[in-house]
């Protein structure tokens, strides 16, 4: 049985009028459909050349025209793998004495394995050594019982991660590790920075993707996580030290971190300050010259006295304000655990409650976790108390939580953690995701309503992102939801990986059409998003060839137009397909019967947010930060 909604019935090949171009909002850049006016779009559409939202044009074209052939496909050097938004990275911390701390990392990673699957690590400290364990890898692959075992103490912070600054290497994995002026500094970073290398420059650091010592800094050139010389785990086989050479900007902030810290001492005339030279002489496993504890008498790495955690706040507060981009951070010193999410708070930074013997553990005190997503904090039995607010820093040690704003607060959070993102069952601002997504889907369910433009039989989605979204669809259209394609649960998130790897399998490693329900049927196919539109092309092409009758493809974001700056993996408008062809020009690029996108309005209702609490650069080229040196985006509004 068909299903039909909306007062006008679109057979297939009948032509739609093309939306007229309108702007939403009185600042250029930021573009949407009016409301009540038709937002599908027929392949076959005699002359259409205006796509469904307006656009820059790019040199020789006119707006809607493409120089580029839309039968050809787009970017053929690209492999499905690469088409979807590559998450950027995902944080974890926790100080819990008592607690199996470096356990508590490994689960709350593997809540967040969906945002980054390159490389995991986890650094830990027991009061007076920081040590760090990191490999290239899926969580579950670079850990062991036994690396988990090795890695004591009751502080930790863990990192998971994908390339989006620095190339995609064992060097580059998190958290990283560098000395201070006031101890051992261990960090991990989810976002990218735009001014990273100008910031390094002016304090005298070696910018990302050089080699090069940073003078009076204190680099100590190697910094060994487990007090080994570079080469395997005799245990593990796994590598467990640490090069310095990294070029992502996250060792960068490290450096400079580093380096403000023995500028801040100098002042005091603390001790700790290297000199000069930088000469740390003998490393040891927390990267400082081993030294006797004045009050003790042992020997530690760093003197204990009371005032160093206030110490490294006052570094911080130097460091902070001076950043400007995508923050949010994890990191620690031999004692305290410590927190700072960006003024804009683009991406997420949450905190929780680890209560007395929540985690298993015998006579255990409880403690504190900050983590990506909520998500991770169900998982690890953390009760959610609230978001770290744009522009705050916290500190987390055994005279509790202390936190202070380094910046007034600017919200711009992002709104593609709530598009595809953050995991469903994660809340971000109150909102739940797997809410909003449905609500995406009702709302292309509404506005195709309006246009009448569309008889379909069943509706379906690209697992699992755009899951949440035709159910929604579903459920608003009164078209039954079925699962079309069935994904290999083994296979993971295959795009999120290193390019070019699966080629010649491509998206048929991870997705197969269920012919039974498909052959035959008209279908609407609800994805979050496009970017490159390589995967919903091997898609469409599945799905005929197990005999599906039409396939009409939905997607609940508007047309992605300009590039990330802050963790996303698409820094060039030339990789945005949209940017190249209009919407009719990608539905025959596709090879589909019909395309619409959802309107910009619509996916901002949907967050529950006031549009101006989101970053929405990579629909509306509205850039809360300025962007990095280089990166001229004609019409870019930062």
Known sequence: MAFEFGALEVAAGVSLP???????????????????????????????????????????????????????????????????????????GVWAPGEDVSRLAYFGLYALQHRGQESAGIATSDGSKILVFKDMGLVSQVFSDRDLATLTGHIAVGHVRYATAGASSWRNAQPTLGPTAFGTLALAHNGNLVNARELAARVGVAAAGRAGSLGASGECGETRDSGMAPRENETTGKRTTIPQDSTSDTMLLTKIIGAISHHVAAARGGAGSLGASGDCGETRDSGMAPRENETTGTKTTVPQDSASEVKLLGVMRRVLPQLDGAYSLTFMDETTLYAARDPHGIRPLVLGRLAAGEAGSAGAAGGWVVASETAALDIVGAAFVREIEPGELLAINENGVHSERFAPARPAGCVFEYVYLARPDTQISGRSIISARREMGAALAREDREMGAVLADIVMATPDSGTPAAIGYAEESGIPFVQGLVKNAYVGRTFIQPTQTMRQMGIRLKLNPVRSVIEGKRLVVIDDSIVRGNTQRAVVRMLREAGAREVHIRISSPPVLWPCFYGIDFATREELIATELGVSEICRSLGADSLAYLRFEAMVTATGQPEGALCTACFSGRYPTGIPQGAAVQGAEP
């Open 18 to 92: 093309e939306l007229p171009v309108s702007s939403v909002g009185s600042k250029p850049g930021l573009t949407g459909l009016k409301p009540g006016l038709p937002r599908e779009t027929p392949c076959e559409v005699p002359g259409a050349d205006s796509p469904i939202n307006p656009r820059v044009a790019t040199e020789g074209t006119q707006p809607g025209k493409s120089t580029t052939n839309p039968d050809e496909p787009w970017n053929p050097g690209a492999t499905p793998e690469d088409d979807y938004p590559r998450e950027e990275c995902g944080v974890f």
